[in-house]
């Protein structure tokens, strides 16, 4: 019971179409494993109250909410909610991004609209959620905010608007951890690298027209340990950490759970 007692916001809990679990939607029921009080954020309804139900499937409490993170008034209103039905928000869990999806391209073909969009989902719908979550957790003076970058923030990546905002959400947090620390407030963010999710070979699949089982295999070759793509789970497990008190005396640090990737550029 590692987070006993404590609220944890999940942005994007829910998830795209594809095989397996998604790590909003892991993070979640792993939070709620370990005691918190879970709040599941997706701009489509349902998929967030599909996270929630099985989150209290597994005995957990979990309650959905809607909300577009690329509007700020839905942040906003998402931390309200939270306060009101908590009186505390212990976790925010900046958990969204979106790439190939979104229309990201390399630097001569990406379109100025896919890059709006792109850099308002990423970057854009964390600042504000961080805008409106830090006032109360400067009153806490006690909180925990998370964010989900990637190795495309530092390794070799061809698609620019992915890469610039995984990478500017670093810099961001660092900046939340330094203005907040002196409030109890720690901000730290994650690193997955190649990873077995719905977002990550699915939309591949679907965008290459290969296969689910091609696109793995090639993902899998890339990876230093084991040749194996990690699972949402790894990255639940590295946020469950970074967001209990064992964690306490972190704050503006970059996690990497890539399997080594991030050692083999270069070579």
């Given at each position: 019971?590692?987070?006993?007692?404590k609220t944890a916001i999940i942005v994007g809990?829910?998830?795209?179409?594809?095989?397996?679990?998604?790590?909003?939607?892991?993070?979640?029921?792993?939070?709620?494993?370990?005691?918190?009080?879970?709040?599941?954020?997706?701009?489509?309804?349902?998929?967030?109250?599909?996270?929630?139900?099985?989150?209290?499937?597994?005995?957990?409490?979990?309650?959905?909410?809607?909300?577009?993170?690329?509007?700020?008034?839905?942040?906003?209103?998402?931390?309200?909610?939270?306060?009101?039905?908590?009186?505390?928000?212990?976790?925010?869990?900046?958990?969204?991004?979106?790439?190939?999806?979104?229309?990201?391209?390399?630097?001569?073909?990406?379109?100025?609209?896919?890059?709006?969009?792109?850099?308002?989902?990423?970057?854009?719908?964390?600042?504000?959620?961080?805008?409106?979550?830090?006032?109360?957790?400067?009153?806490?003076?006690?909180?925990?905010?998370?964010?989900?970058?990637?190795?495309?923030?530092?390794e070799k990546y061809p698609y620019v608007t992915?890469?610039?905002?995984?990478?500017?959400?670093?810099?961001?947090?660092?900046?939340?951890?330094?203005?907040?620390?002196?409030?109890?407030?720690?901000?730290?963010?994650?690193?997955?690298?190649?990873?077995?999710?719905?977002?990550?070979?699915?939309?591949?699949?679907?965008?290459?027209?290969?296969?689910?089982?091609?696109?793995?295999?090639?993902?899998?070759?890339?990876?230093?340990?084991?040749?194996?793509?990690?699972?949402?789970?790894d990255v639940a497990n590295a946020a469950l950490?970074?967001?209990?008190?064992?964690?306490?005396?972190?704050?503006?640090?970059?996690?990497?759970?890539?399997?080594?990737?991030?050692?083999?550029?270069?070579?």
């Amino acid at each position: 019971m590692r987070l006993e007692s404590k609220t944890a916001i999940i942005v994007g809990a829910g998830q795209g179409p594809g095989t397996g679990m998604g790590n909003g939607r892991a993070t979640a029921l792993r939070f709620a494993q370990e005691g918190a009080k879970v709040m599941s954020v997706d701009r489509e309804l349902g998929l967030a109250e599909e996270t929630a139900a099985l989150v209290r499937q597994a005995g957990g409490d979990c309650f959905a909410f809607e909300a577009d993170v690329t509007k700020e008034s839905a942040m906003a209103a998402m931390i309200a909610e939270a306060k009101r039905r908590w009186g505390r928000i212990d976790v925010l869990h900046y958990n969204v991004g979106v790439s190939i999806g979104g229309g990201d391209a390399p630097l001569l073909d990406l379109t100025e609209k896919a890059f709006d969009n792109i850099v308002a989902i990423n970057l854009r719908g964390a600042v504000m959620a961080c805008k409106h979550v830090v006032p109360v957790m400067r009153e806490q003076r006690a909180g925990c905010i998370l964010m989900i970058s990637s190795l495309a923030a530092i390794e070799k990546y061809p698609y620019v608007t992915y890469k610039a905002t995984k990478a500017a959400m670093i810099a961001f947090a660092e900046q939340v951890a330094i203005q907040n620390a002196e409030y109890g407030v720690r901000a730290n963010v994650i690193l997955p690298g190649l990873m077995d999710t719905p977002m990550a070979v699915d939309t591949r699949a679907r965008q290459t027209g290969k296969s689910r089982a091609e696109v793995a295999a090639m993902r899998d070759a890339r990876v230093p340990l084991r040749r194996k793509m990690g699972t949402a789970w790894d990255v639940a497990n590295a946020a469950l950490f970074l967001a209990s008190d064992e964690a306490n005396f972190i704050t503006g640090v970059s996690l990497l759970v890539d399997g080594g990737g991030a050692l083999d550029i270069g070579h």
